[in-house]
Nanobody
Framework: QVQLVESGGGLVQAGGSLRLSCTAS????????VGWFRQAPGKEREFVAA????????YYVDSLKGRITISRDNAKNLVYLQMNGLKPEDTAVYYCAADASRMDYGLESRDEYELWGQGTQVTVSS
């Protein structure tokens, strides 16, 4: 029913920054936990970051800590993924996903999410 839409991807030079956005077609998005995942060619979809429905807790994959920040503005129905110091190996399709359970755990797993966007391409040139 609810549709998620990612935006903000594009082509950047190594060391550059991007801010991805995720929004939903329903205001109930503000009650969902939201995660970001990415999938590079030939690799499995991997967890990047997650934020609880209230924004009180955030989670990050260890390999990207310090370079990414997840945040949300429920008044605007938006979740952001700020990415800095981008590297060519960050090239992937980035997906946002939503979980209506309001659990504060297990958000690193793809299985926790009921809704997925179509993805936005991030390409980092060397």
């Amino acid at each position: 029913q609810v549709q998620l839409v990612e935006s903000g991807g594009g082509l950047v030079q190594a060391g550059g920054s991007l801010r991805l956005s995720c929004t939903a077609s329903a205001r109930t998005f503000s009650s969902y936990n939201v995660g970001w995942f990415r999938q590079a060619p030939g690799k499995e979809r991997e967890f990047v970051a997650a934020i609880t429905w209230s924004g009180a807790r955030t989670y990050y994959v260890d390999s990207l800590k310090g370079r990414i920040t997840i945040s949300r503005d429920n008044a605007k129905n938006l979740v952001y993924l700020q990415m800095n110091g981008l590297k060519p190996e960050d090239t992937a399709v980035y997906y946002c996903a939503a979980d209506a359970s309001r659990m504060d755990y297990g958000l690193e797993s793809r299985d926790e999410y009921e809704l997925w966007g179509q993805g936005t391409q991030v390409t980092v040139s060397s």
